[in-house]
C-alpha cells in the first residue's frame, strides 16, 4: 500500500513556483533597467518606413494623462488608440477629417451611404462590427499593425478587413460584386470632345486626313502608366482646331481687345450738355463694346458693376433720346474709363497689378502678374492714348474742380489702313494698336496662351460677368469650346484646363496592366462606344459635371471579371479600391527635428 | 494494452486533438483574426487565468496515485486549452520582440514539461519506485518553476502592453 503513496511536500513545490516568479521578474527586471531594456521590451522590428522611429518610441507612442489614467486602454476604451492616432498624424496628413470612416466628414458619409443604398451597392454595413470610437473615430492601428517586421506592408489591407464592416460578402468581380452604374463614366471629362460627332461626321468629311487611325494616336499612357493622357494639343486637335484658336477667324480681329473706349454719340452727348470730355470720335461709327478686361478692371464696387451692366444694354450710338439715368450712367462710367487710363499710365504694370488685386481682394502670385500682363509695353499704351487724344490728366483736373469739360469728340480714325499690318506684325502673339476701333489688343499665342488663360482664371474666381465673355466659344482663343467650365464649391466657375480633374474618391485604377495582355487587342474592349449619343454636348452647357451623359457605355463587371477572376490573377479589393478618400495617396509631412523633440517635451 | 499504456495513448490523443482544435479554431477565425478587431488583449488575459488556474492544480497537495493521475489529467486538459487559447493569442500579433519569443519559448517548455510529468505520472502508477518518485519529485518542482516564472513574465507582459505609452516615456528617458 505504501508504494500506492508519494510524499510530496507542498511547501517545496510552493517555494519552487515563487522562488520560479521571482526569478523570472527579477531577471526581466533587471534586463529591463538595463541599457538594452528597450529592445528587450520590442514587440518586433517596425516596418522599413518607420525603421529611423525605433529609437525612439515616445514619437508614436502616447504617454498622455489619458494613457495613465486608463492603464487598460484599448480593451476597455479606445482613448490610447486615439491619442497614438494623433501622433500618426503629425507626419501623416489625412485631410480634415482623418480618423473618421474613409476620412469622410459626416455629411460626406450619409451622402456616400446612400448613394450606395439607392444603387443597391454595398447598402449593409456592419455597424456594431466598426470598431469606432463615442466620436466616430476609427484609430489607425486598427487597420495598420506595426512592429510586424521589415517587410511588414503596414498600407496593404486584405479583404476579411474591409469585411469587418462591409457586410456584403464579394468573392470577386465574376461573384457578388455589385455592377457599375455609370463607372468610368460618371462625371463629364474636362474636355469637351464629342468621339461620335468626330468619329461619325468630322472624321468623314474633308478633315479624314487629320482623323487618328487608333485610340493610342490620342490617348497616351502617363508616367507611370496609369492614366490614359491626352498626347497633346499639337499632336491631336491642332490640325483642325489651330485656326480657331489662333484667331484668324475671328471678325473683329485676331487679338482680344483688352483697353478701348466704348463708342458713344458724342454728338448727342454734345448737344445735351453731357460733361465727359474729349471721346474719340469716329468710335461711334463702328460698333465698339466695353472690352471685358477693361470692365472687369472697372467693376471694383457693387454701384460700377451695376453701371457697367446698365452701360452694356442702353444703346449708346444713339443717344438722342436717352434717359436722365442712362446718361447718368454713360458719364459715370466714361469718367471712370479716363481714370482708369490715367492710372494705366501713371503705373504701367504696377498699376494694372493693383487694380486686378483690388477686385480679387488677394495678392497675385508671380506667376500670375506675369501671366496677367504678359509683357504689355507702356510705351503701346502711351501711343495709343496720344494717338486718341486722350486727355484724361487735364480733363480730371477741371473735373476735381466742379468744371468738367463738355463731351467733345477727339481722335479720328485715319490710320486704320494700317490696322492689318500691326495685326500680322505679332502674328506669334503679342501686343498691337487697332485704330479702327481705339483698342489696345493681345494677339494670342497659340493654345495654351497664358494671358488668356490667366485672365480667364481671375474673372472666374472673382465670379465676374466679364467671365461669360472671355469664355463663349466666339471669344478670342475659344478656350472654352473645348475646355469645360464647372462650378466651383463656392459657385464661381472654373475653367476645365486639363482633361480630367476629377479623382474618384474610394478607386485607384492603373492602364498599365491592362494594356499588354493578349486578351486585350484594343481600348474597345473595356470601352465601348454608344451607337448615338445626343446629350453629350449638351451636358456643357451647365456648370455641373455630375450631370453627364457619355459617349461610351458604362462598363460591365463581366469584362472585368473575365481576367479578374479568383482563379486568374490578383482580385483583392485594394487592388481597386481605396481607404483613405479625397486623397491621391496619404501624404508623408516631414517635421524638423525641433518639431518632434517639442512633441516629445509635449507629451 | 495495459492501463498505464492506454492512459499514455489518451493523453498522445488529446495533445494531438488539441493541436489539431488550435490550428482550426484559429483558421476559422480568420474573419475576426484578420479582421479590425484585436482579441489578442483578451486572449492575453484568459492565458493568465488559465495559467493561474494550472498553478492551483499543481499545488493542490495529492498523495495518493490515483488522484495524482486525476490532478494530472486536469493538468493535462488545461494545459491542452491553454495552448488553443495562446495560439489565438499570438495568430495575429506572432511574436517577434526577444520577450515575446521568450514567453513563446517558456510557454512551449511548460507543454513539453506537461507531457514529461504525465509520462512519469504514468510509469510512477505502473511502477512505483523510490527512484521514480524522485524523478517526479523533481519535475513538479521544476515545473513548478516554470510556472512561476511564465506567470510572472506574462503579467509584465501584459503590463507592459497596456501601459506602452508610459513605458515609451520612461524606456526614452
Redesign the interface.
Known amino acids: 500500500m505504501a ?8 511547501t ?3 517555494i ?10 527579477g531577471v ?1 527586471a533587471l534586463f529591463l533597467l538595463g541599457s538594452r ?9 517596425l516596418a522599413s518606413p518607420h525603421a529611423m522611429l525605433e529609437e ?3 514619437i ?5 494623462f489619458d ?2 489614467q486608463h ?5 476597455v476604451t479606445s482613448d ?1 488608440d486615439l ?2 492616432s494623433r501622433l500618426c498624424l503629425e507626419c501623416h496628413a489625412l485631410g480634415k477629417h482623418p480618423l473618421t470612416p474613409h476620412a469622410w466628414s459626416r455629411d460626406e458619409a450619409k451622402q456616400y451611404r446612400s448613394q450606395l443604398g439607392q444603387d443597391g451597392q454595398v447598402a449593409s454595413f456592419r455597424d456594431s ?3 469606432l470610437s463615442a466620436r466616430g473615430h ?1 484609430a489607425c492601428s ?2 495598420h ?1 506595426e ?3 521589415r517587410s511588414n506592408e503596414l498600407a496593404t489591407l ?1 479583404d ?2 474591409c ?3 462591409h457586410a456584403r460578402t464579394l468573392e470577386g468581380f465574376p461573384h457578388g460584386h455589385p455592377e457599375f452604374s455609370s463607372y468610368p463614366y460618371d462625371q463629364r471629362t474636362g474636355i469637351h470632345f464629342d468621339h461620335l460627332a468626330h468619329i461619325q461626321r468630322h472624321f468623314r468629311s474633308d478633315l479624314q486626313k487629320h482623323a487618328p487611325g487608333r485610340c493610342t494616336d490620342c490617348h497616351i499612357p502617363d508616367g507611370d502608366g496609369k492614366k490614359m493622357v491626352l498626347a497633346g494639343f499639337e499632336k491631336t486637335c491642332m490640325a483642325c482646331h489651330g485656326a480657331a484658336i489662333a484667331g484668324t477667324a475671328q471678325l473683329d480681329g485676331a487679338g482680344l481687345s483688352v483697353l478701348t473706349f466704348p463708342a458713344l454719340d458724342t454728338l448727342s452727348l454734345e448737344k445735351r450738355d453731357i460733361a465727359i470730355g474729349a471721346w474719340p470720335a469716329d468710335a461711334s461709327e463702328v460698333e465698339t463694346e466695353m472690352a471685358p478686361i477693361a470692365s472687369f478692371l472697372l467693376g471694383k464696387t457693387e454701384r460700377e458693376r451695376e453701371d457697367l451692366e446698365r452701360f452694356s444694354a442702353i444703346d449708346r450710338l444713339d443717344l438722342s433720346f436717352a434717359a436722365e439715368d442712362d446718361l447718368g450712367v454713360v458719364t459715370r462710367v466714361a469718367w471712370n474709363l479716363k481714370r482708369l487710363y490715367v492710372r494705366l499710365a501713371a503705373e504701367g504694370h504696377t498699376g494694372l497689378i493693383g487694380l486686378i488685386e483690388e477686385r480679387l481682394s488677394r495678392p497675385l502670385q508671380e506667376r500670375e502678374r506675369d501671366d496677367l500682363i504678359s509683357g504689355l509695353p507702356g510705351e503701346l499704351l502711351a501711343t495709343a492714348l496720344d494717338a486718341w487724344a486722350f486727355r484724361g490728366d487735364s480733363e480730371l483736373s477741371q473735373l476735381a474742380q466742379g468744371m468738367p469739360p463738355k463731351a467733345t469728340m477727339s481722335a479720328s480714325t485715319g490710320r486704320t489702313v494700317e490696322d492689318p499690318k500691326r495685326e500680322r506684325f505679332v502674328s506669334q502673339g503679342g501686343w498691337y494698336l487697332q485704330h479702327s476701333d481705339f483698342s489696345l489688343r493681345y494677339r494670342p499665342n497659340g493654345h495654351a496662351d497664358p494671358f488668356l488663360r490667366a485672365w480667364l482664371d481671375v474673372t472666374a474666381e472673382s465670379g465676374a460677368s466679364e467671365f461669360d465673355q472671355l469664355s463663349s466659344a466666339t471669344a478670342q482663343g475659344a478656350c472654352a469650346k473645348c475646355h469645360g467650365i464647372e462650378a466651383s464649391a463656392g459657385g464661381a466657375p472654373r475653367m476645365q484646363w486639363h482633361a480630367r480633374e476629377h479623382k474618384r474618391d474610394l478607386l485607384h485604377f492603373s492602364h498599365r496592366p491592362h494594356l499588354t495582355p493578349d486578351e486585350i487587342t484594343d481600348c474597345s474592349t473595356c470601352h465601348v462606344l454608344k451607337e448615338t449619343s445626343d446629350d453629350y454636348s449638351s451636358a456643357f452647357d451647365q456648370r455641373d459635371p455630375l450631370i453627364f451623359s457619355s459617349n461610351f457605355k458604362t462598363m460591365a463587371t463581366a469584362t472585368c471579371g473575365e481576367c479578374h477572376s479568383p482563379e486568374a490573377t490578383d482580385n483583392t479589393c485594394m487592388l481597386c479600391h481605396s481607404y483613405h478618400v479625397n486623397l491621391p495617396a496619404p501624404r508623408v509631412q516631414t517635421p524638423s527635428l525641433n518639431e518632434l523633440f517639442e512633441q ?1 517635451a509635449g ?1 | 494494452m495495459t492501463a498505464p499504456r492506454k492512459t499514455a495513448v489518451r493523453f498522445a490523443v488529446i495533445l494531438v486533438l488539441s493541436t489539431a482544435a488550435a490550428i482550426t479554431i484559429t483558421s476559422m477565425a480568420s474573419p475576426l483574426a484578420h479582421g479590425l478587431y484585436d482579441a489578442s488583449l483578451i486572449t492575453g488575459w484568459v492565458l493568465l487565468i488559465l495559467l493561474a488556474a494550472l498553478a492551483a492544480c499543481t499545488w493542490s497537495p495529492r498523495r495518493g496515485l490515483s488522484a495524482l493521475g486525476t490532478q494530472l489529467r486536469w493538468v493535462a486538459l488545461l494545459t491542452a486549452f491553454t495552448m488553443i487559447v495562446f495560439a489565438g493569442h499570438i495568430h495575429n500579433f506572432p511574436p517577434l520582440g526577444i520577450l515575446d519569443r521568450g514567453l513563446a519559448s517558456i510557454f512551449l517548455l511548460l507543454t513539453a514539461s506537461s507531457s514529461w510529468g504525465f509520462w512519469l505520472s504514468i510509469r510512477l502508477r505502473s511502477h512505483s519506485s523510490p527512484k521514480g518518485q524522485t524523478a517526479f519529485r523533481t519535475w513538479l518542482l521544476a515545473h513548478s518553476a516554470i510556472l512561476g516564472v511564465l506567470l510572472s513574465t506574462g503579467v509584465i507582459h501584459g503590463l507592459l502592453i497596456h501601459c506602452h505609452g508610459v513605458m515609451a516615456r520612461l524606456l526614452d528617458k
Open positions: 508504494q500506492r503513496r508519494i510524499e510530496i511536500s507542498t517545496k513545490v510552493r519552487a513556483s515563487i522562488a520560479g516568479a521571482a526569478a523570472g521578474s526581466l531594456g528597450k529592445s528587450l521590451v520590442l514587440p518586433g522590428p525612439n518610441c515616445e508614436c507612442h502616447s504617454s498622455t494613457a495613465v492603464p487598460l486602454s484599448g480593451w490610447l491619442a497614438q462590427a466598426v470598431p476609427v486598427t487597420c499593425r512592429h510586424r517586421g486584405n476579411q478587413q469585411q469587418t464592416c516629445i507629451n
